[in-house]
């Protein structure tokens, strides 16, 4: 009898619906962080085609 009290213990500290805001919040967090530095990767790639382009432009000037 202990142990299915316990099992029943166990399950409800394991799905409370309380906590589902938490876990939003938490992936809200992280897909926010992953565009943001998505978005600051796109940029220093442009950056660096730009410079890129600048180099081989001075090496045909000279």
Do not use: K
């Not at 409800?12 to 805001?21: K, M």
């Not at 962080?33 to 890129?52: C, G, K, M, T």
């Amino acid at each position: 009898m202990p142990f299915a009290l316990l099992q029943i213990q166990l399950l409800q500290v394991q799905l409370p619906p309380e906590n589902l805001p938490y876990l939003f919040a938490a992936l809200a967090v992280s897909w926010a962080v992953f565009f943001v530095y998505a978005f600051w990767i796109s940029r220093r790639q442009q950056d660096l085609r730009r410079e890129i382009e600048e180099l081989r432009q001075a090496m045909d000037d000279d």
